[in-house]
């Protein structure tokens, strides 16, 4: 699979809007799954001084990670496939 970045622009945003907002990821991910939808949430990376946040997803096309950040009713400006360079000990 591959990985897919969110692209969030979020000004005005508090601290917890924001963790409800990644709450509702992972639940919304763990729903996609409990339905055969292969698609999981990695992190999040929030940006305060510009209110931009970068969410990384796995899943096997970009359209069904559009469709859980709808579902899930979390803005996004874009969904691009990323790599996640991540090293692994």
Do not use: K
Request: glycine share 4%.
């Amino acid at each position: 699979m591959a990985t897919y970045m969110v692209d969030r622009d979020l000004p005005g945003i508090s601290m917890e809007q924001l963790a409800d907002a990644q709450r509702r990821a992972i639940d919304w991910s763990q729903r996609y799954q409990a339905d055969g939808r292969n698609v999981r949430y990695i992190r999040s990376t929030f940006v305060p001084g510009e209110a931009h946040c970068m969410c990384l997803f796995e899943a096997p096309d970009a359209d069904v990670v559009a469709d859980l950040n709808d579902d899930a009713e979390i803005p996004y400006t874009r969904v691009t496939e990323a790599l996640d360079l991540t090293p692994t000990n």
